[in-house]
């Protein structure tokens, strides 16, 4: 039907095309899909205490947050009391 053309013709999508598309996606990688400051410096990565010093400074830092944030609930929910917004029991 098609002869020996076709047969030929397919024969050469069959083997360039992956290597067309090889070759586009796998040369200049760098340049062509890099997105600029993408991954974070190491500066501005979490950093683990090692030394007991710095493992009770970052205990600390949490405990201080934690608290911080109970006592901002907990005065959200008196400054609520007054609103009418507590539940009758």
Known sequence: MGGSRLEVFKFGMYILFPIGIMYYFGTNLDERFAVP????RKEETHRIPFEKD????ELERLRRRRLERRERRLGA??????????EDQ
């Open 37 to 40: 400051d993408f991954w974070p």
């Open 54 to 57: 710095e493992i009770r400074g």
């Open 77 to 86: 929910e008196r400054g609520g009391e007054g609103l009418g917004l507590q």
